[in-house]
């Protein structure tokens, strides 16, 4: 089939890869020219596992392009991904604009019937606001007869695993109330499909809605399990040995249950936001998302208020090596990352930072900008070197088994504030290294 993605980022460039592997014919249109500059010559804007190689193949096969030019990318799909950004506005709501300026430069050049699927995350209403942009356009154009449809499909994709989470969904949402778009979208879901039917058929309101009601549920169980942590240290008790005491309960799970410096990322603390303002607007207050929004702020901020406690509010003269900056392992992503907040409250007290990331280090020079009081190291154990202490922020796999003599050896205390409960307490304590973890008393 001839497949479009309009918006080259995490989303749109993964939808497009993958589809084209399945033998799709796919145009990938962005308006950021660096983005498709650097497609076009090979590389791959962002970091994520696999992705590469299935860009790669498939250009090479010709099945895959990267492209500005707007009137080729709409004349080219029949199904029009439109996977662009929808950043919180001031009041926490989704931005829209991106998403409009898509549906109108599609309707401004359709020919044909088009299927126009909505695929970033945005607020129940919005395949209305695209049908009557798209409908505005092709009625300036002498052309308001001319049929297309709309349909809902959000993206649950996880960054670090999007190739592969795409490849193999646990489902496949489409709204729509179109038959022959349906049918469309099945076809197209069709080769992710083959063991078992994963695709959700529903109104295209429900499908809206859904992506936020998962994001926001999967956002609670992780506020619930930084309150409980904060508990859980006051009581003596501690927070992982309760993780897998509630997990194994399999109404419960073990995902998502992990505490830590809280949750980052382009995506919960922004669709939190937006569920939140939509249903205050319409009067109906969200009182346990408000909450779960609220635990996030403080969690981000619990890390150095281990710090406080250990080293007094005054942190002149002290340097800290941070390890992990990205927002979660497996990607260079800093967007809402917990460890902005880390640096920004230990340099604003005073201290000086050496910080460390196995791959978002130029992100992170780009993000942070020129600073004195923050170094990139370009090793783990460089960072450590004249530090009073180590604060792991992202669990990447290389944290897991230091070289634990190094690490008491470098330090000046030598203190370990673990943000992601990577070490075992009482081999901390038998090592001889003062441990302080998430939750645990
Ligand atoms: P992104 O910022 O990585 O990419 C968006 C791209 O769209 C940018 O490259 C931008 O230049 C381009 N763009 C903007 N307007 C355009 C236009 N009119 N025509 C063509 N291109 C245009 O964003 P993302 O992380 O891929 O997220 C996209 C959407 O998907 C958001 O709504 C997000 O909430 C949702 N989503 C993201 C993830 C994720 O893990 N990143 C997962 C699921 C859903
Ligand atoms: C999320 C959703 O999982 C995905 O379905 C959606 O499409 C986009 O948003 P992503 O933001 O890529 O994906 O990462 P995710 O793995 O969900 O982690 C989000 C944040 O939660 C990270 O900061 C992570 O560190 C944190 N987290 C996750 C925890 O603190 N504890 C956990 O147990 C799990």
Redesign the pocket.
């Known amino acids: 089939m001839k497949v479009t993605a309009?918006?080259?980022?995490?989303?749109?460039l993964v939808t497009g890869a993958c589809l084209a592997e399945m033998g799709n014919h796919v145009v990938c249109?962005?308006?950021?020219p660096e983005?498709i500059r650097i497609l076009n010559e090979g590389g791959i804007p962002i970091h994520e596992p696999g992705l590469e190689e299935v860009v790669k193949r498939n250009v090479a096969a010709g099945r895959l392009q990267f492209t500005t030019d707007v009137d080729m990318a709409v004349q080219h799909g029949t199904l029009l991904f439109i996977?662009?950004?929808?950043p919180p506005d001031e009041d926490g709501s989704a931005d829209l604009q991106?998403v409009v300026?898509?549906a109108r430069?599609i309707g401004q050049r359709m020919t044909d019937y088009k299927v126009i699927v909505d695929?970033?995350?945005?607020p129940v209403g919005t395949a209305d606001k695209v049908r009557a942009a798209v409908k505005e356009e092709l009625v300036k154009r002498g052309l308001g007869d001319m049929s297309f449809a709309v349909v809902s499909n959000p993206?649950?994709?996880?960054?670090g695993a999007?190739v592969e989470d795409f490849m193999k969904p646990d489902r496949v949402v489409v709204g729509s109330d179109d038959e022959q778009a349906t049918l469309l979208m099945r076809a197209i879901y069709s080769p992710f499909n083959r063991t078992q039917d994963r695709m959700l058929v529903m109104d295209v309101r429900s499908a809206e809605l859904t992506k936020y009601a998962a994001n926001a549920m999967l956002a609670t169980r992780i506020s619930f399990m930084n309150e409980l942590a904060l508990l859980a240290e006051k009581v003596g008790a501690d927070i992982d040995l309760v993780r897998r005491g509630i997990g194994s309960d399999t109404r419960i799970g073990y995902q998502f249950l992990y505490a830590g410096t809280g949750y980052g990322g382009?995506?919960f603390p922004?669709?939190v936001k937006a569920l939140v303002r939509t249903a205050a607007d319409t009067g109906i207050p969200l009182k346990v998302l408000t909450a779960v929004e609220e635990a996030n702020e403080r969690q981000k901020r619990v890390l150095v208020d281990k710090v406080v406690e250990r080293f007094g509010a005054d942190l002149k003269g002290r340097r800290f090596a941070v390890w992990g900056l990205a927002f979660k392992p497996n990607t260079d992503d800093m967007r809402e990352a917990p460890s902005l907040v880390v640096i920004d409250e230990l340099t604003r007290r005073g201290a000086t930072v050496a910080a460390y990331d196995p791959v978002s280090m130029a992100e992170a020079a780009r993000v942070l900008g020129p600073r004195d009081d923050v170094s990139l190291v370009e090793r783990a154990e460089a960072a450590l070197q004249g530090a009073d202490a180590l604060l792991i922020v992202t669990e990447w796999k290389e944290f897991r088994t230091p070289d634990f003599d190094a690490i008491k050896g470098t330090l000046k205390a030598p203190v370990v504030f673990d943000g992601r409960n990577l070490y075992d307490p009482k081999l901390m304590k038998a090592l001889g290294i003062e441990y302080r973890g998430i939750g645990r008393g």
């Open positions: 309009i918006g080259t980022g995490y989303v749109g249109l962005d308006v950021n983005k996977g662009v950004g929808t991106y300026a898509a430069s695929k970033s995350t945005v993206e649950f994709l996880k960054e999007a382009s995506c922004k669709d």
